[in-house]
């Protein structure tokens, strides 16, 4: 786990950063928090609907047919992080998140819709580049080893994995100064979206939206969300 924080230094220069006429002074100007480095693409899962149409039969060949394109998909090195987003959820027709390699958007709204559970309707996507100041592959290959270790033959959903926070605040370059000055316990975090859609989301060890403090770093500047997600133990190594 590891914990953001700004010096007082920092501080201290951000509020020294005018000259006496109200100008700013190029040679003492704060610099803009790093960007984020690694690039993905992040894929919210929304129901799709289709779940109260479907046959009994049907829906669990594609619940099925779900979990085995997870599996492919990752085994493949395309799909670096999939869970669930638990009740109570900020948007009421989430049901889970898939975190893919950077590529193209028609590329991973192809990988995304060769599930079955797409395809049969019952989960729709939403797609958003995400830069992230991790190496989000390392999770996904130290969790592929811990289950490779572990001797288990046919891994069930959720092997290895508990529960996390999601903080999705905006505007993004406010919320991002907002965590770097927190102390939240947070695992990663990244610029996710484009345009007036963007965001800064973050994974905090947590392991329940009821474990949040009482105030939100950032204060009346800053517009939090939060989300309980469900992923790989393999997080709390970042």
Do not use: K
Not at 116 to 125: D, K, S, Y
Not at 170 to 196: D, I, K, N
Not at 217 to 234: H, I, R, Y
């Amino acid at each position: 786990m590891r914990v953001i924080a700004t010096s007082l230094l920092s501080v201290l220069l951000a509020g020294c950063a005018s000259g006496p006429d109200g100008t700013t002074d190029p040679a003492t100007t704060t610099p803009e928090p790093e960007l984020p480095r690694a690039t993905y693409s992040w894929v919210w899962l929304h129901a799709g609907g289709a779940e109260e149409t479907i046959s009994q039969e049907d829906l669990e060949a594609a619940q099925a047919g779900h979990f085995a394109s997870m599996r492919r998909l990752a085994d493949d090195g395309e799909l670096l992080l999939a869970g669930p987003l638990w009740p109570p959820r900020a948007v009421a027709s989430h049901r889970g998140v898939f975190l893919f390699r950077r590529g193209s958007m028609a590329n991973v709204l192809e990988l995304a819709g060769s599930d079955p559970a797409v395809q049969a309707g019952l989960l729709r996507m939403e797609v958003e580049p995400f830069a992230a100041d991790a190496d989000l592959a390392t999770a996904a290959r130290r969790h592929a080893e811990w289950v490779a270790a572990s001797g288990v033959e046919d891994p069930p959903p959720g092997l290895h994995s508990h529960g996390y926070v999601l903080l999705v605040g905006r505007p993004a370059v406010a919320a991002r100064r907002a965590l770097q000055a927190s102390e939240l316990p947070v695992l990663f975090h990244g610029t996710l979206g484009s345009g007036a859609s963007l965001s800064e989301l973050a994974c905090l060890d947590y392991r329940s939206v009821d474990d949040l403090p009482g105030a939100l770093p950032g204060g009346d500047t800053v517009a939090w969300t939060a989300m309980a997600w469900f992923s790989t133990e393999e997080l709390g190594a970042l």
